[in-house]
């Protein structure tokens, strides 16, 4: 008879749910009978809740089969950097302006004058649409923003999913928060995928001074559009944009493998947005 058919392990089990998750993988090396009870599906889907609760995003398949498995995998994810087209589209979020891109579009800001930012769904059509009902900043509202991935941002490549491309604007960089949420960027914007605080209240790696983009890596981008020019980035780039993103852990800079970074530091100076974006 196994350890599995005998009463003795349902007290085991019962015990085993105030262990923490390594007190239940040491058991695991202990014998195959202790792997088999400290492995079940029902001790770390209690645990799973534990570890999820209070955080913006966990993935879909994770939460739909809380298991030891589902643990692990959702702490290795929380570290990724590259989004999906359905997590994407299937957040609402939450945007602000950054002081950088000046006095005229932060004033206008509803985020900047309530601290109530204007909200944004991605549609899987490739289509962007406001979902708040803030009055301000609605005069292009007839134009259609688009949307796409794209592979070059900041004079680098990433991987598909890294950099979100809306119209002619900067792209948005992807990153992760330490509540598991989605951040995307740019040298003016920040979007959020979970609500925010005034931003007397926002934590430092939330606030301006905490992010990582801003016009010294996204000049190109900033030049292409404030100068209405329609021409490939990698044009305004000496190493064509063949270098990898890899943003610093710290500070506002990001740090790339490969080439310098512009063809004229002069071009690298601060610029505002001519239109929202």
Known sequence: MSLDETPEHVTLERVF?????????VLA????????????????????????????????????TPSKASYRGSLADKHRDTITRGELCSLTWH????????????????????????????????KMERADDHPELRANESEVRRWKFTR???????????????????AYVVSRTANWG??????WVVLYSFP???????????????????????????????????????????DGADSEYEPETEGRSAKRRGGARTRDSKRRKKSSPKANG
Do not use: H
């Open 95 to 126: 945007f602000r302006f950054k002081r950088d891109a000046g006095e005229e579009w932060t004033d206008a800001d509803p985020y900047w004058k309530r601290g109530s930012p204007m909200q944004w769904s991605f549609r899987t059509d490739g």
């Open 182 to 187: 989605w951040l995307m960027e740019s040298c």
């Open 196 to 238: 925010i605080s005034p931003y007397s209240q926002l934590p430092n790696e939330y606030r301006d001074e905490g992010l990582k983009v801003d016009t010294d890596l996204q000049w190109a981008e900033a030049f292409l559009y404030n100068n209405a020019l329609n021409v490939p980035l990698r044009y305004l780039l000496q």
């Open 29 to 64: 090396s202990v014998s195959r009978a202790l792997r088999g009870l400290s492995e079940r599906d029902s001790l770390w889907s209690v645990l799973c809740t534990s570890l999820w609760q209070g955080k913006a995003f966990v993935a879909e398949r994770f939460r739909q």
């Open 152 to 170: 070059v941002s900041c004079g680098a490549r990433g991987p598909k999913g890294r950099f979100v491309k809306v119209g002619r604007f900067p």
């Open 17 to 25: 749910t105030f262990f923490e998750p390594l007190d239940l993988c």
